[in-house]
């Protein structure tokens, strides 16, 4: 079942913190969606949280 989560992050080299909304089935399939979509840059995963429907 895909599920909508919210990620925290933050920009290592500015040190300013963001967040995103990303759609898999799990945690680790986030993670790696992220880093898929931000490879371009240099950034920490802060918290990776499940919205509830």
């Known amino acids: 079942m895909i599920k909508t989560w919210a990620v925290v992050y933050q920009n290592e080299r500015s040190k300013k913190v963001g967040m995103d ?18 490879k371009h840059g240099n950034y920490k995963i802060l918290a990776v949280v499940e919205i509830p429907k």
């Not at 909304?21 to 931000?38: A, C, L, P, Q």
């Open 21 to 38: 909304v990303f759609s898999n089935s799990s945690e680790i399939g986030v993670r790696h969606d992220f880093k898929e979509y931000y």
